[in-house]
Structure formats: structure tokens, C-alpha cells
């Protein structure tokens, strides 16, 4: 197992942000692709972003449009999303997540191709 541990999660005022981090204990996570999902409730789970292991690559969902960025911190095992301008439909639990193996620009933002799985922090935006 790969304990991936969310934090930062909490309520805030639309246009308002916030920062989730998500650690890793494995000393390998620098080789691994990280990503972030998140699920609303009665929605399926959604992908928000993902960053390769060399933190170069990224990709983002859709629906993020500039506001999230992704970034990586190799020296201390940890990944964060910091997430701006923050609009009521952002509200939902969001998880992090780590995947072995080559992933493919196709294949980040599949939740299939994620082995470990943190166990979410809620993000609620609202007035």
C-alpha cells in the first residue's frame, strides 16, 4: 500500500480558493503519475487534473478552464492543487491519487488507470 493522505479541503465563499495537498510515504512516489478527482454527490467521480512524475506534464478537466494548477514537490513526497475562483459546482469530495506505471496522455484523467487512492477532503463552496 501507498497511504496517500489529503489535506486543505473546507468551506469557502464563491470566488473565493483554496489549496489541497495530498502526501505520499513511499519513497518511490517520485516515479509515479499523481492526480486529483472528484466526486459531487449522485455524480460519478471526475477527473480535475493530473501531473507525470516528471511534473512537466500535466492535464486538466474540462470544466477547469485555467482556474486549479496542479504542482508536485518531489523533496517532500507531496502534490497540491491550488484552486481559485471557486464556483458552487466545485463542491464535492476531492480525492488524490497515484498510478504505477507509463501512462499515456490519454490515460490521465481515466480513474481506472489509478492504483492508490486517498480518502478524500471535502471542498464546499457556498455563501
Known amino acids: 500500500q501507498v497511504p496517500l493522505v489529503e489535506s486543505g479541503g473546507g468551506l469557502v465563499q464563491p470566488g473565493g480558493s483554496l489549496r489541497l495537498s495530498c502526501a505520499a510515504s513511499?519513497?518511490?512516489?517520485?516515479?509515479?503519475?499523481m492526480a486529483w478527482f472528484r466526486q459531487a454527490p449522485g455524480k460519478e467521480r471526475e477527473f480535475v487534473a493530473a501531473s507525470k512524475s516528471s511534473g512537466t506534464t500535466t492535464r486538466y478537466g474540462d470544466f477547469v478552464k485555467g482556474r486549479f494548477t496542479i504542482s508536485r514537490d518531489r523533496f517532500k513526497r507531496t502534490m497540491s492543487l491550488q484552486m481559485n475562483s471557486l464556483k458552487p459546482e466545485d463542491t464535492a469530495v476531492y480525492y488524490c491519487?497515484?498510478?504505477?506505471?507509463?501512462?499515456?496522455?490519454?490515460?490521465?484523467?481515466?480513474?481506472?488507470?489509478?492504483?492508490?487512492w486517498g480518502q478524500g477532503t471535502q471542498v464546499t463552496v457556498s455563501s
Open positions: 491519487a497515484l498510478g504505477t506505471g507509463t501512462k499515456i496522455w490519454s490515460s490521465l484523467a481515466r480513474a481506472d488507470e489509478y492504483d492508490y
Open positions: 513511499e519513497d518511490t512516489y517520485s516515479t509515479y503519475t
